[in-house]
């Protein structure tokens, strides 16, 4: 079974540009979130996409954006960066279709240094 | 609005002690499930245990227990025989059941040091 796995695992911008990141989620999982984490803080939810359609989303602007693919992989793009965007990016996947609420898995992260 | 509070920025213990790491949570849904997760200074969330708000007994998995008062809304965890390797940041964290599109609601979380 392959886990959830993200890339790149550090990256560096400047404030203004774009950036595009992208999970691969866990095998046989069909949801995928995405939070962003600020330094000693908890991750916060950015938004959700199952079946390729947004699902849910937090309190973040526009500028950050997703899509899912048809094998559940999934990109946050984040426009017109800004220093506060600086943060660890983490990527969750799980099964839709249980009464419960199934576990997320959550990949590796990606890093973002915004200068 | 929903809400976890931790109130232990940081917790120290000697290897092979017992430690609790406090969690309240706040919400109106009737059905949700509390987790608990571990973060290494590698960054990757590492799921520990489950706990659902329909569950009579407190969840258990290996060294790690789940002390779920429901009419306190607290759900403690506690890591029995402390090792070196149990030396992370702890999140308490909730989610509502059968709500499309929600998501995990963290708190900030509690820093452990395992010494020996």
């Known amino acids: 079974e392959t886990g959830v796995t993200q890339s790149p695992t550090h990256l560096i911008k400047t404030r203004g540009q774009q950036v595009t990141l992208r999970c691969s989620s866990q095998?046989?999982?069909?949801?995928v979130s995405w939070y962003q984490q600020a330094l000693g803080q908890g991750p916060q939810f950015i938004f959700q996409?199952?079946?390729?359609?947004?699902?849910g989303r937090g309190n973040f602007p526009p500028r950050f954006s997703g899509l899912q693919f048809p094998n559940y992989s999934s990109e946050l793009n984040v426009n017109a960066l800004e220093l506060d965007d600086s943060a660890l990016y983490l990527c969750?996947?799980?099964?839709?279709?249980?009464?419960?609420?199934?576990?997320?898995?959550f990949g590796p992260g990606t890093r973002l240094t915004v200068l | 609005a929903q809400k976890i509070t931790q109130t232990q920025p940081g917790m120290f213990v000697q290897e092979k002690e017992a430690v609790t790491l406090d969690c309240t949570y706040d919400?109106?849904?009737?059905?949700?499930?509390l987790f608990w997760y571990k973060q290494p200074s590698s960054g990757e969330m590492i799921f520990l245990i489950y706990?659902?708000?329909?569950?009579?007994q407190n969840a258990t998995e290996g060294r790690y227990s789940l002390n779920f008062q429901k009419a306190r809304k607290s759900a403690n965890l506690v890591i029995s025989a402390s090792q070196l390797g149990d030396s992370a940041m702890y999140f308490c964290?909730?989610?509502?059941?059968?709500?499309?599109?929600?998501?995990?609601?963290f708190g900030k979380g509690t820093t452990l040091s395992v010494s020996s």
């Open positions: 969750a996947s799980s099964w839709r279709g249980h009464t419960r609420p199934s576990e997320q898995f």
């Open positions: 095998s046989g999982h069909n949801t």
């Open positions: 996409y199952y079946r390729e359609e947004e699902n």
């Open positions: 919400t109106s849904d009737q059905s949700y499930g």
């Open positions: 706990q659902g708000s329909y569950d009579e």
């Open positions: 964290a909730m989610r509502p059941y059968n709500q499309a599109g929600t998501a995990l609601i």
